[in-house]
C-alpha cells in the first residue's frame, strides 16, 4: 500500500529560491527517505532519517521527520536548474526492508 | 562501474509475447527488489530476493517471473505480455538493515 504522500504535487520556482516539499505516511516508520529522479533516469537516494531523528542535513538538503504527526519534509535551499527532477518519500517499517513510495513531487527550477 | 544495471534499456514488443529483463548488482548487496512504474511515475514494488530467497511477492499476475540465480542477480521474466505491462520496470538492491536502495536506470517496456 501507498505510504508517503507527496503534498505539493508540481513546484516551480526561480533558481536560487528554496524549494519545500511535503510527505505525510499513516503507519509508524522505521526510516523515512527521499528520492530523486531525473527524466528518463531510477532514483538516487538523497538522505534517510530514522524515526528517533528529528532533523537531517545533507548540503543543501534539509529533512524534518514529525513523527506525532506522522510527516516529513524536505527544504532544498539555493536552488539550481540542476535540482530540476521528481522527489519521492519513502517509509520503511520495522522488520521489513520493503520501501513504500509516495507519489512524488516534479520540481521544475527556472535558470 | 555501473551498481546496479538493467538491460535492456528499451523494449518493444507486441502483445502476447515473451521476454525477460536482467538485472546485475555489484555492490555486495544482499536483497535486490523489482519496482514497477506507471505513467503517473507510482512505484510500487513487485518482487523482492534476499540472498537468492523470494521474499517479498506482491499481487502480480503470475505471467511475471521472478529468478535469482545468485545474490548478485535478479532477472523478470514476464510471459504473454498485455497492454497493461507498458511501464518502466526498475532493479534495485540495498542491504539487510533498511539502508537506502541503490536503483538501475530502468527498462522502459512498451506492449504493442
Known amino acids: 500500500s501507498q505510504q508517503g504522500e507527496e503534498d505539493p504535487q508540481a513546484l516551480s520556482i526561480q533558481e536560487g529560491e528554496n524549494a519545500t516539499m511535503n510527505c505525510s505516511y499513516k503507519?509508524?516508520?522505521?526510516?523515512l527517505q527521499w528520492y530523486r529522479q531525473n527524466s528518463g533516469r531510477g532514483l538516487v537516494h538523497l538522505i534517510l532519517?530514522?524515526?528517533?531523528?528529528r532533523e537531517k542535513h545533507s548540503g543543501r538538503l534539509r529533512v524534518t521527520l514529525d513523527t506525532s504527526k506522522k510527516s516529513s519534509s524536505l527544504l532544498i535551499t539555493a536552488s539550481r536548474a540542476a535540482d530540476t527532477a521528481s522527489y519521492f518519500c519513502?517509509?520503511?517499517?520495522?522488520?521489513?526492508?520493503?520501501?513504500?513510495f509516495g507519489k512524488g513531487n516534479q520540481v521544475v527550477v527556472i535558470p | 562501474d555501473t551498481a546496479v544495471s538493467q538491460t535492456p534499456k528499451y523494449l518493444v514488443t507486441q502483445m502476447g509475447n515473451d521476454k525477460s529483463i536482467k538485472c546485475e548488482q555489484n555492490?555486495?548487496?544482499?536483497?535486490m527488489y523489482w519496482y514497477k512504474q506507471d505513467s503517473k511515475k507510482f512505484l510500487k514494488i513487485m518482487f523482492s530476493?534476499?540472498?537468492?530467497?523470494?521474499?517479498i511477492n506482491e499481487t502480480v499476475p503470475n505471467r511475471f517471473s521472478p529468478k535469482s540465480p545468485d545474490k548478485a542477480h535478479l532477472n523478470l521474466h514476464i510471459n504473454s505480455l498485455e497492454l497493461g505491462d507498458s511501464a518502466v520496470y526498475f532493479c534495485?538492491?540495498?542491504?539487510?538493515?533498511?539502508?537506502?536502495?541503490?536503483f538501475g536506470s530502468g527498462t522502459r517496456l512498451t506492449v504493442v
Open positions: 534495485a538492491s540495498s542491504l539487510t538493515g533498511n539502508y537506502g536502495y541503490t
Open positions: 503507519t509508524s516508520i522505521n526510516n
Open positions: 532519517i530514522r524515526s528517533n531523528e
Open positions: 519513502a517509509t520503511a517499517v520495522y522488520g521489513n526492508n520493503r520501501l513504500a
Open positions: 555492490l555486495g548487496h544482499d536483497t
Open positions: 530476493y534476499n540472498n537468492k530467497e523470494l521474499i
